[in-house]
């Protein structure tokens, strides 16, 4: 940690000074007692030794997994918990992101442009059209000859027909109550393309397998070509993470296992969440070719970057600092945060376009560098404990994501695995 420790001989004391960063993770740290901020990460965690036979070496091997469905920890639609929703606050964030609205705004008007017969030939289905019906609007506006906006939410429903009527649009846009499933568009005509903007921070977590296959099935004229799609393909990534409150609040004090597999959202920008290796890709689900995806577990193996874990601790410090937490203090959690393992990391990457030069990512492409979006990184806790990692260690994980079929379903997650570090 040469490198660290010359961050905090060279620190300026003004940061004392610095202000509180407002969020739930300086709450939590300003309420944090040294006690507990110093306590041992390997402390109680189930391991088993065994020899890998290969050079006489000794591998620590130390099992981790998380279990969960989509609309845990989520708003839902229904009080049985079965589909994810939305508040007033989540819509407006969606509307004003950066890096998502105007790049649909841009798919969707060069995609109507593309139309050999002129955007007013064009039938266009809005899934999950939302309150504000944005990309309805955007469609119409570019010159679509009509847009049916699906929304099952029936508040959000009636504030799009008032947003719609509002600005004129009413006899280009119409929006259909309901579940896609369980709709039929008029005179049983289907559309040249569909957007889908109904994809969660975990890809599939808002239900977008069962719906397009749905829509796939029954709402859309050539179902099989990548145009008529956006987004066209949709993916999740993961990395193995890092996360300081989990070094911080440890049994007895705090029980990460009450969690019962419910993951952490983090806003994108957080750095109390740092990766520990290169991401990969965990769900890729191509819209035009949507019958053909299988949803087999597959397994990965990440090996732990030393240079990432060194630069994670340095962060980590700096933001301990800026929480006003002493340089000694600070030094250890830093130092113990940026050498553990708390979970799988997970993002949503979505392509928009048939020719794939229109992307959105949430975390940076492709590292998975911190940024502003929207969506959040999902952080299912694996251990009750974190897991100390060292540059070189290995971390095994079995994926097994069941997007289901059925909009009305929760999509449901599995990752189990180890953590294998050599002594």
């Known amino acids: 940690m040469t490198a660290l420790m010359q961050q905090m001989n060279d620190e300026d004391e003004a940061l004392n000074n610095a202000q509180l960063d407002i969020s739930r993770r300086s709450a939590l740290l300003s309420a944090a007692s040294s006690t507990a901020a110093l306590l041992a990460i390997s402390s109680g965690a189930t391991q088993a030794l065994a020899d890998d036979g290969s050079n006489g070496g000794v591998i620590r091997r130390t099992p981790i997994k998380a279990a969960w469905k989509a609309v845990d920890g989520l708003n839902s639609l229904e009080e049985d918990k079965k589909v994810v929703s939305f508040d007033a606050s989540a819509y407006k964030a969606m509307m004003d992101d950066p890096s998502r609205t105007p790049l649909f705004e841009k798919a969707i008007i060069q995609r109507l442009n593309s139309a050999p017969g002129g955007p007013e030939s064009q039938i266009v289905l809005d899934l999950g059209t939302g309150p504000f019906a944005l990309f309805a609007i955007v469609a119409a506006k570019a010159g679509a000859g009509k847009v049916y906006a699906i929304e099952a939410n029936k508040g959000a429903a009636r504030l799009a027909r008032e947003t719609i009527k509002k600005i004129g649009f009413e006899d280009i846009i119409e929006v259909i109550e309901g579940f896609s499933s369980d709709v039929t568009l008029p005179n049983n005509v289907k559309a040249d393309f569909a957007v889908a903007e109904i994809i969660g921070s975990v890809a599939s977590e808002e239900g977008a397998y069962a719906t397009v296959l749905d829509a796939h099935n029954r709402l859309v004229k050539e179902p099989n070509l990548s145009s008529s799609w956006i987004p066209n393909r949709i993916q999740t990534y993961a990395a193995p993470a890092s996360y300081t409150l989990h070094n911080m609040f440890q049994p007895p004090e705090f029980d990460w296992g009450k969690l019962d597999g419910e993951p952490v959202r983090f806003n994108c920008r957080d750095k109390g969440l740092q990766l520990l290796s290169d991401p990969v890709i965990v769900e890729d689900i191509s819209f035009a070719d949507i019958t053909k995806y299988k949803m087999n577990g597959r397994d990965y193996i990440f090996t732990m970057d030393g240079n990432r874990i060194e630069e994670n601790s340095l962060s980590f410090f700096e933001e301990l600092r800026k929480n006003r937490m002493g340089k000694v203090e600070a030094e250890r959690v830093a130092q113990a945060t ?17 020719e794939e030069k229109i992307d959105v990512n949430s975390r940076a492409y492709p590292f998975g560098g911190h940024q502003k979006s929207h969506w959040q990184t999902v952080l299912p806790i694996m251990s009750d404990l974190p897991v100390p990692v060292k540059g070189g260690d290995e971390i ?11 909009i009305k379903a929760p999509p449901s997650y599995r990752i189990s695995g180890n953590v294998l570090s050599r002594s």
């Open 396 to 406: 095994t994980v079995s994926v097994h994501f069941d997007a289901g079929s059925d």
């Open 338 to 354: 940026g050498g553990s393992f708390t979970g799988m990391a997970m993002w949503p990457r979505l392509i928009l376009d048939a």
